[in-house]
Structures are given as C-alpha cells and as structure tokens.
C-alpha cells in the first residue's frame, strides 16, 4: 500500500484535529478539533471505499459498476455518532461556561479544583 | 450577525425548499442516497436556518419545543415498535419516513435549546 | 412514589436477561456456540449476535451489578429530595443506565466489529450524561475529559475497523476468523497495526497507563451508583471486547507489552491512590490498580490466562461496587468526601462497617475472599506465562511489581478505614443513612464476594472450561493450584497485611503527608492527558512493527 498523496492529505486533517485538541486553549476550539478529526476518518474510510467501482449506489448495474455501499453506510452511522458526542460536549462547555464565564481551558481547571479543600 | 434585510428575506425563501429537499431525501431513500438520516438532518437544518437567519422565535412559531418534544417521543416509541416487528415490517419507506420524521425533531430541538441560550 | 414505581419498572429489561442467561446455560456450558441473526436477513450481511462462554460471562456480570446499583439508586421513601435540593434519582436516571446496559451488552453480544463499536459509542453517550447528571462542577469537567479522551480513542478504533475492512473485505468477526484460518491473512505488518489501533482504542475505556487519566475524576465526581457501574462493569467490558478481538486476530506480539503495563499499571495507580483524601478517588485509584492485574493475567499467555483475567474481573466488579456504594452511603450521610475530615459513620451505621470490612478484605486479598483467591488466580497465570520462551519475558518481574501493589492496597484500605471507624452517634436519624434497598443490594454483593472466595477453585474450574483455549474442557484444568488455603499462600497474605500496616504508618506520617500533597497536586490537567494519550499511542503503534 503505497503512501498516496490522499493518504498525507487526510492524514493531515486528522493531525490537525488532534492537535486542535491537544494546543487549543479554547474549549470550543478543541471540539472543533474533534470534530475535524472525526471528519478525516470518515473521509478515510469515504474515499478508500470509493476506489472499488465508478458510480453510486443507486439502481445496482444500471449506470456502471457501484462502489461498495458498505462503508458508505458504516459511515452515515459514524457521522450520526459524531453529532451526538459534538452535541454533548458542547451542553458541558456551556454549562461550564455558565458558571464560570470563560472558555479558557487552563482557567477553568483551575477555577474547578481550586474549589476544593 | 447583522441582521439585514436581505438576510431575511433570503432565509424565509429559502427554507421551505429545504424542507422540501429533505422530505425527498426521506421518501427517495430505499432507491437512492439519503435516507432516514441524512434527510432528517436537511429538514433540521431548515429550521436552524431559520432560527439562525432571523431569530430563534421565528424558528419556533414553526416548530414549537414542546410539540416538537412531543413529536420526537411519538416517533421514537413506534420506531421502537417498527423494529422489534421488523421481521412483519419490511417497509423501508415507512421506516425511512419515521426516521426522518425523528431525526428532524431530535436536532432541531437539540438546535432550538442550544440557540435559545443568551 | 409513582416515579419508584416507573424506576423499577425500567430495570425489568435486566430480570429478562437473566432469564436468557438461565435458558441458555446448558447449551453454553457445554461448549457449544449460540448465534442469532438480527433482522431476517441473511448471515455476513446481517449484524450477528454470538453467545458464548466469554459472552455469557460477561452478560451475566453487567447484569447483576448494574442491577443492584440500580437498587441503591432507588430514591427511598423519606429522601424524596436529597439534602442539597436536587431531585433523586427518577426515571430519566434508570432511563440512561438501561442505555449504558444496552450498549454494553451489545458490546459483550456482537459478532461483527462495527456493531461493536456502535455498541461503545452508546455506552460512551450514557456515560458522559450519566458523570455530569448530578450537574455538579467537578463532574461536568469530569465528563467533558472522559469525552475528549473517549472520542479521540474511538477514531483509532474506527482506523483499526478500516484497515481490517481494507484487507478482510467484510466486517463480520465470524467471516474474519474463517478467513484468517483459511489464508493466514493476519501475520501482515498491516493487521498488526489494525489491531494495535483497535486496542488502543479500547484501551482508553480500559483505563491502562498511558490512557488511565480520565478515570481518577469520572469515577469519583459521579453520582455513587454511577461510580460503581462504571468501576465495576464499564472497564471490563472493554477489556472482554479486547480479549475477544486479540484472540481471533491472534495479537500474541502485544502480549509481553500487556503484561508489563499491567504490572506497571497496578503499581503506579496504588501509589497515587495512597496519596489521595478524597474518599471516592482512592477508590477510582484502585480500580485502575486492579485491572493492571487482570491485564497482567491477561498478557501472561498461559494457558490460565484468559480464564484468570476474567476471575480477577470478576472479583473486582463484586468488591469495588461493593466499596463505591458503602463510600457513597457515608459521603450522602456525613456531606463531606475528604476522609480526613469526615465523621466516621462507624457507630450510626454499623452494618454499614460490617460491609465495609468485607469490601476491603476482598480488595487486599484476605483470605477467604474472593480478592485472595483472584490474586491467587492471578499469580498462577503469570507462574505459567510463556513456557515457550526461556525468560519468560520477565514475568517474575511483573510479580514482584503485583506483591508490591498489594502491599499498597492493604495499607490504602486501612487509611480509608477511617470512614467507619466508630464516631460519634447520630441525632437518631434515619435520614440519609442507608436504606433497605441499599443493605440489600450490599447483602448480595459481599454474599458473592464471600462465596467466589470460598469455592474460588471450583469456580476457576468452570471458567477454564468456558474461557480456555479448548472449549468445552471441564476437567481440572493444569496449573490450576490444588487448594487456595494452602499454608504459604496463607502466610503470604499474612505478611502482605503486615507490611501494608507498616506501609499505612508511614503514609499517614508527617513526611507521608507531604508526599501526598505533592502527588495530588501532580493530577495531569487535560493537555498533559492528551500528551500522554499520544505517547501511549506512539508506543502500541511502534510494537506493531516490531
């Protein structure tokens, strides 16, 4: 399996998500980070899926070879899922928002455990 | 965002078509890409439209939270009952239809709440 | 009253699991495979489901605890509202506890990879909303760690699942194992990396060093039932949908790493928990110790491995809820969750003590619970591990770093032992305190506890039967220890308690102390989490191509 450019392309988005997790000091940031990770996976599994035939699934045989409808499926799945972790973390960030009136990472951790002892 | 006029005259033209587009993407969905989910995502991304280009108050005189709570419970039981009598239901059309018809709810009153918050 | 009713009735799916389980326990015992296809469609299209020992087990474990979790839970009569004003738990709690159960139990059933990971994003969902449901500060941010870290975690499972489908063409474990014994796919460098993504993946619900930091704080600023499904069944699910994917992929070259990071693991994790005051992090410490011990089971490879791992699994699931639910009783009763500064509830609640005493002589392996029998278990596995390779690979290492983490969990326990020591006596009052409900789902967790314990052989018998490499063999097993009452084996864990109480002196001395601030304030914020996620990443990915 050679390193084709689309493999460093997505892989690049992926890193790019991660690191918007790990570097982001904005919360919002880092779920978007997520988000963009996310997207690259899907991306991955998209485009390497899309290589087994020429046209879309619809109408099998009638307008050439389909591409394999599986990970097209798996991925809708993985997209719904992804919407469901994005939506819950952003009801946290909001609620710590709330309470603390800043997105800030860093400060919130602090502001949260320095409410200890 | 600056809310301009064309702004709002854009949004309320163009939200119905959306609805309509994912009402398509519901119903054509055992023939052709889309489906349950992807369609109910579109008629939800009218409402957010609509809750984004104008405000969230316009967006609920269409879609009311409480009704829409209502609406995606309905849903969600006979999607529970559809399911466990698959084996009988072999309909993907209504199948499609009730997902779609959920996943509609399910997002936009997600949106609605996440909007509604100063 | 009517909202206990609804609760109740939300925990009925669970009875009905344990009717299956009941119906089908001869045929699985016997060795014989159940599988059922959802949908009428036909088998490699449809999602499997598969029943076997592993399963069964597993099945039957997450019942039982999230059941009688879900009995404490249950609001008592006179504690409508809980004492800072929130609402106890209603129905919408038993709603997402019966979502958490569902997904792990499509987890423990599934025989097709992406079901599985369907079945753990549902769990992952349940459970964040399940930490931050007492909406407190501490578990919002609890939840919002376990989220990223869980999220990030599930795209390299989800990079696993692409390259198998890559290679394997389908996504169905039962076709992947029919096509591995037909053309021996799975020596490629590429599976290796696969299946390194896939655990790595897992490995962060697991709670293993490098990817144990979220669970210190999800496990401790849950609501107190929560704390002991999490504890107790959420990290061995994952662990048995490890198991299950490295057996059939044949993940032997991960083994020696598994096996030194759970010895790793089981050390580093009790010398933090002895440093903590917060009575439920001590606790959530501890959990991470423990499964370094069923990973070191597991990564022994012998024969007694897997059926090891899953009696220690086991065990703990029995006694850490057993503990997270007495801590929670004293932390609701008394307000306060630093255990320096709690009033020991010992003379208000003296069942409560009794309790107690049996979870904590489970954990510290004092005979004739089942902690001892565990460790036992354990040790076997590890005395067995790799006959084939001369060194071993240094098992006897890994268990002298076990004895040393036992030694630390013994003298944990005596520090926590404050909780119940006797106290001052109570105004007489019954509210807050532990009620009928909860003494009886306590009743039956130390009931199993005292019983794995006694007939620990036996059951280790039948769990090599179910769980071991040959299916369907009952008999007594090799390397199975005659007896677990042995007179060495007894003196050792007389000398573990000894040692532990020497240990718990010089904790809770002056210079202990300052060790213990100082190890405190060293909980990783979330960047170095991340940090140390990839680090951990960077290492299963780089013994893929060794």
């Given at each position: ?30 779920i ?31 307008f ?39 997105l ?14 | 965002?600056?809310k ?14 959306m ?14 890409p ?9 008629i ?17 005189r269409l ?31 209504l ?20 909007f509604?918050?100063? | ?26 045929d ?162 590429i ?46 699910v ?127 392996g ?63 009052d ?26 620990g ?14 299916p ?64 951990g ?10």
């Amino acid at each position: 399996m050679a390193i084709s450019p689309s493999w460093m392309l997505i892989g690049a988005i992926f890193l790019i998500g991660i690191w918007g997790v790990i570097g982001a000091a904005n919360l919002i940031k880092k779920i978007i980070g997520l988000s963009i990770a996310n997207s690259a996976i899907i991306m991955l599994f998209i485009y390497f899926g899309g290589q087994s035939g020429e046209t879309a699934p619809i109408d099998a045989g009638k307008f050439g070879v389909p591409v394999d409808p599986i990970p097209q499926a798996l991925m809708l799945t993985a997209i719904v899922v992804g919407i469901c972790v994005v939506a819950m973390s952003l009801v946290l960030v909001y609620r710590l928002y709330q309470r603390y009136g800043t997105l800030d990472a860093d400060e919130i951790e602090r502001a949260v455990w320095n409410g200890d002892e | 965002m600056r809310k301009t006029d064309s702004l709002d005259v854009v949004v309320r033209k163009l939200a119905p078509y959306m609805f309509l587009f994912g009402l398509y993407l519901v119903s054509y969905g055992d023939v052709s890409p889309g489906g349950g989910f992807q369609g109910g995502v579109v008629i939800a991304s009218g409402v957010i439209l609509l809750a984004i280009g104008r405000d969230v108050d316009t967006a609920e005189r269409l879609a009311p939270r409480n009704k829409l709570s209502w609406l995606e419970a309905l849903t969600y039981t006979f999607l529970l009952i559809a399911v466990i009598g698959m084996v009988v239901v072999r309909s993907m059309f209504l199948l499609n239809i009730l997902i779609g018809l959920k996943v509609a709810a399910g997002v936009s009153l997600i949106s609605l709440y996440l909007f509604g918050e100063r | 009253m009517v909202r206990a009713v609804f609760s109740v009735a939300s925990m009925l799916p669970l009875a009905g699991t344990v009717v299956i389980l009941i119906l089908t326990t001869p045929d699985v015992f016997a060795g014989r495979d159940l599988s059922h296809v959802i949908g009428g469609w036909d088998a490699p299209v449809a999602i499997s489901l598969r029943l076997d020992g592993l399963a069964w087990l597993s099945s039957a474990l997450v019942a039982v605890i999230t059941g009688m979790a879900g009995l404490a839970a249950l609001p008592r009569k006179a504690d409508s509202r809980k004492a800072d004003g929130r609402d106890a738990y209603g129905p919408r709690f038993y709603f997402f506890l019966m979502m958490l159960v569902a997904g792990m139990q499509t987890v423990i059933l599934t025989a097709d990879i992406f079901t599985m990971f369907i079945g753990f994003e549902i769990i992952s969902l349940s459970a964040y909303v399940l930490i931050a449901y007492d909406r407190t500060d501490k578990a919002l941010l609890a939840s919002l760690k376990y989220l990223i870290l869980s999220s990030v975690g599930i795209l390299f499972f989800l990079f696993g699942v692409f390259l198998l489908y890559r290679d394997f063409g389908t996504l169905s474990l039962v076709q992947m194992e029919r096509l591995i014994a037909e053309t021996g796919l799975d020596g490629s460098p590429i599976i290796h990396l696969a299946v390194s993504a896939l655990v790595v993946g897992i490995g962060v619900r697991t709670a293993f060093i490098p990817f144990h930091t979220w669970l210190p704080e999800a496990h401790a600023y849950a609501p107190h039932p929560v704390s002991a499904v999490l504890s107790g069944v959420l990290i061995k699910v994952s662990f048995f949908a490890m198991v299950r994917l490295v057996g059939i992929f044949r993940g032997d070259y991960l083994m020696p790493l598994m096996m030194w990071i759970g010895g790793i693991t089981a050390v580093t994790a009790v010398v933090w928990a002895l440093a903590q005051s917060d009575a439920k992090r001590l606790l959530a410490y501890h959990s991470i110790s423990q499964m370094g011990y069923v990973l070191a089971a597991f990564g022994a490879l012998s024969v007694l491995s897997v059926p090891a791992a899953f009696f220690h699994a086991m065990s703990h699931a029995f006694f850490k809820s057993l503990l997270f639910l007495v801590a929670g009783s004293a932390i609701h009763m008394t307000g306060e969750r630093n255990l320096f500064r709690m009033q020991p509830v010992g003379r208000r609640a003296p069942l409560l003590t009794l309790f107690f005493l049996i979870g904590a002589a489970s954990i510290a392996g004092v005979p004739p619970f089942n902690g001892f029998a565990g460790k036992q278990m354990v040790v076997a596995a590890l005395g067995t591990a790799y006959p084939a390779v001369p060194h071993h690979f240094g098992a006897a290492w890994v268990k002298v770093l076990l004895s040393v983490a036992s030694v630390g969990t013994v003298a944990s326990f005596i520090k926590l032992g404050r909780i119940v020591m006797p106290g001052p006596k109570g105004e007489g009052d019954t509210d807050g305190g532990p009620g009928f409900l909860l003494y009886l789902a306590l009743t039956v967790l130390a009931a199993v506890c005292l019983v794995l314990g006694l007939y620990g052989r036996e059951v280790m018998v039948v769990l090599t039967g179910l769980l071991g490499p040959d299916p369907g063999l009952v008999p007594d097993a090799a390397g199975v220890p005659r007896t677990l009452f042995s007179r060495p084996k007894l003196l050792e864990a007389l000398q573990t308690v000894l040692l532990g109480l020497v240990v718990y002196f010089l904790v809770v001395s002056r210079p202990g102390k300052a060790v213990s601030h100082l190890l405190q304030r060293l909980a990783p914020d979330l960047r170095t989490v991340l940090v140390l996620f990839v680090l951990g990443l960077g290492l299963f990915a780089g013994v893929a191509y060794l």
